[in-house]
């Protein structure tokens, strides 16, 4: 009890003391002689000035790879992987073979942009890459036979594994895990932002690759952001493996760095100002 009586004057004092307090002011005109400020300015490193893009155009630290004329940036990839099963894809990338001579991407080039040709198969990129950031534009054919997923599907296949759907899902119901935009058959967009068939669209993809360790053994997954037409619709989605169309995905470990791939799913979808730039 003793102690009790004599916390309680402390704390009633304490109370008063608080309400009665002031707020701290500085002295400026000390503080010039010792700048305390400086000691939390960060100086290293310096970011790169980068010309930020005009609209659709690409910023000055873009690598381009496809500006409307030509499919240089391009080639057909020795295995013709869209994501059937995963026994398909190890198999896939146990084969895969560096000095492997690839024929040129033989898709449309017309009118300033690149149209998937139908039967031919997926291009992918000459160059590997890892962590991107990427734009891109397309746009699905109007054709009104088409429905589901036979209306416009192609695929952004980062790392040529991991699939960011492309369709027409503008009044075209489809699995939402398998709609324009979704993560394929994992992640739901967050929202529809697609535009009708006819008009161009826009995807920026912002991706980090998984990261395996030397022994195969996922050290963390592969991320993955998307505005579709400027609206956020995958905020840093974890993605459990590489897209499979059949099953569940989990992981297996590949290269560091791979050929981005675009998806001929035998529809005529068209491509324009794609670029990328290595995070
Ligand atoms: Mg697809």
């Not at 057909?76 to 991407?105: C, F, R, T």
């Not at 895990?177 to 009708?196: E, T, W």
């Not at 760095?257 to 990328?276: C, F, K, M, S, T």
């Amino acid at each position: 009890m003793k102690i009790y009586l004599s916390i309680i004057p402390f704390f009633l004092l304490s109370i008063a003391t608080v309400k009665s307090q002031e707020i701290p002011s500085l002295d400026w005109d000390a503080l010039q002689e010792t700048k305390p400020w400086e000691a939390t300015e960060s100086y290293d490193p310096i970011p790169a000035k980068v010309t930020p893009g005009i609209f659709s155009f690409p910023p000055s630290d873009a690598t381009i790879l496809f500006e409307g004329n030509h499919l240089d940036a391009w080639q057909k990839p020795q295995y013709i992987y869209e994501g059937a099963n995963l026994d398909i894809l190890k198999a896939m990338i146990k084969n895969d073979d560096p000095n492997y001579d690839h024929a040129a991407a033989d898709w449309i080039v017309k009118d300033g942009a690149c149209i998937v040709k139908q039967g031919a198969g997926a291009i992918e990129t000459k160059e590997a890459f890892g962590s991107i950031q990427l734009h891109l534009e397309f746009l699905s054919p109007v054709d009104a036979g088409k429905e589901g997923q036979s209306y416009s599907n192609s695929g952004v296949f980062l790392m040529g594994l991991y699939e960011v759907q492309i369709l027409n899902s503008y009044e075209n119901s489809t699995y939402s895990n398998g709609q324009a935009g979704s993560v394929y058959k994992q992640h739901i967009p967050l929202v529809n932002a697609s535009r009708p068939p006819g008009e161009w669209q826009s995807y920026d993809i912002i991706f980090n690759a998984p990261v395996f360790s030397t022994y195969g053994k996922l050290k963390s997954p592969a991320t993955v952001t998307v505005l579709h037409n400027g609206v956020l619709i995958q905020n840093n989605v974890e993605l459990r493996g590489p897209t499979v169309y059949i099953g569940e995905p989990s992981y297996t470990p590949h290269a560091a760095e791979l050929p981005l791939r675009l998806q001929d799913h035998g529809d005529a979808v068209r491509y324009r100002n794609i670029w990328v730039r290595r995070l």
